[in-house]
Nanobody
Framework: VQLVESGGGSVQAGGSLTLSCKAS?????????MAWLRQAPGKDLEAVAY???????NYADSVKGRFTISPDNNSNTLYLQMNSLKPEDTGGYYC?????????????????????WGQGTQVTVSS
């Protein structure tokens, strides 16, 4: 499975961006947890949004109420709508899938459990 992230850019604080994660054809979000992860400069990779195969959604406290993860199963695309962006949201953003069959309680997976991300997409938020 190949995942390709896009949609990043440079915005001012308070702005919005929508990130996309396109999965290779034939792949389905069924049977997997999906997540958006980010790596801020000098920090470890952290998962910020999770989507379970059961449709459940969870978010890191730092983005709760501002970010929304959503799938388009017809096009095998995962989105991350980011509103009210802050400078601390700056970083490389990646999407990944969890272990096969782990379909819910995705927030219990460590960030390192997610795999498959591509080159990522850079988000820069200026104050």
């Amino acid at each position: 499975v190949q995942l390709v992230e896009s949609g990043g850019g440079s915005v001012q604080a308070g702005g919005s961006l929508t990130l996309s994660c396109k999965a290779s054809s034939g792949y389905s979000f069924k049977n997997y947890c999906m997540a958006w992860l980010r790596q801020a400069p000098g920090k470890d990779l952290e998962a910020v949004a999770y989507l379970g195969a059961d449709g459940s959604r969870n978010y890191a406290d730092s983005v709760k109420g501002r970010f929304t993860i959503s799938p388009d199963n017809n096009s095998n695309t995962l989105y991350l709508q980011m509103n009210s962006l802050k400078p601390e949201d700056t970083g490389g953003y990646y999407c990944g899938f969890g272990p096969y069959g782990w379909e819910s309680n995705c927030q219990n997976l460590r960030s390192s459990a997610f795999a498959g991300w591509g080159q990522g997409t850079q988000v820069t938020v200026s104050s």
